[in-house]
């Protein structure tokens, strides 16, 4: 199944080396028309367009937690191309998005339950 959503898919972000078990790569992808951004954790991002690879330069920062990264890179990448265009932009707004969201622990790592974060006293502005 996914093989055959890949053939019809414009825009596909995956972490490098998630195409390769689907028999294929982001380069074959991008000849067929689509967008592809993989990602590569600290190193950034490398972008397939238009017959075109941008490498998208990693963005030094001290790391606290990886969690939830990825989400913020796919999120503001969708949110910046499909209001621009442009997916040079997305990708370098994620890229950005994404090494902000490592600075901070993540919800996972708060150690806050979701039943002790139920016993924390909320109050309305």
């Given amino acids: 199944m996914t093989e055959c959503l890949l053939k ?4 596909v972000l995956a972490s490098e080396g998630e195409l390769e078990p689907c028999g294929t790569d982001a380069a074959s992808l991008s000849r067929g028309g689509a967008v592809a951004c993989e990602t590569l954790g600290k190193q950034g991002a490398r972008l397939h367009h238009g017959g075109t690879v941008t490498e998208i330069s990693d963005i030094p920062t001290e790391e606290v937690d990886p969690t939830g990264a990825g989400d913020a890179f796919a999120g503001t990448f969708l949110a910046v191309y499909v209001r621009s265009g442009d997916p040079v932009l997305g990708a370098r707004e994620s890229n950005a ?12 790592e708060n150690g806050h339950s979701p039943r002790s974060s139920r016993r924390i006293p909320w109050k309305n502005p």
């Fill in 8 to 11: 019809v898919a414009s825009l």
């Fill in 97 to 108: 998005a994404g090494a902000a969201r490592v600075k901070a622990l993540g919800p996972m």
